[in-house]
């Protein structure tokens, strides 16, 4: 039978059973070595808002906590969201990660 993917879109290997998590977008329950996986690390206040804290703080350089999330997406929202992209069959076997993009420091 012809194969799709080399890993069947999974990344169980040697495992039988892989525990369920819920997608960010849909709640659906997905595999969780077939889910895409995005670590988030954002403020907790908008950055309008931090300007009127930061004024209002009675601390010099206080630091904002940040919020750490782990989002799990299924392959169907990921796609719609274009968290990830269908590609070809020539450049699915492309193994090597995304170029990263630069953070921007402030």
Do not use: M, W
């Not at 495992?15 to 960010?24: E, I, L, S």
């Amino acid at each position: 039978l012809t194969v799709k993917r080399r890993n069947h879109g999974r990344n169980k290997h040697g495992r039988g059973h892989v525990n369920r998590v819920r997608c960010v977008t849909t709640a659906k329950a997905i595999p969780k070595d077939k889910a895409i996986k995005r670590f988030v690390v954002r403020n907790i206040v908008d950055a309008s808002a931090l300007r009127d804290i930061r004024d209002a703080s009675a601390y010099e350089n206080y630091a904002l906590p940040k919020l750490y999330i782990k989002q799990y997406y299924c392959i169907e929202a990921a796609v719609h969201q274009r968290i990830v992209r269908v590609r070809s069959a020539e450049e699915r076997r492309n193994r090597a990660p995304p170029a990263r993009t630069k953070a921007k420091s402030t």
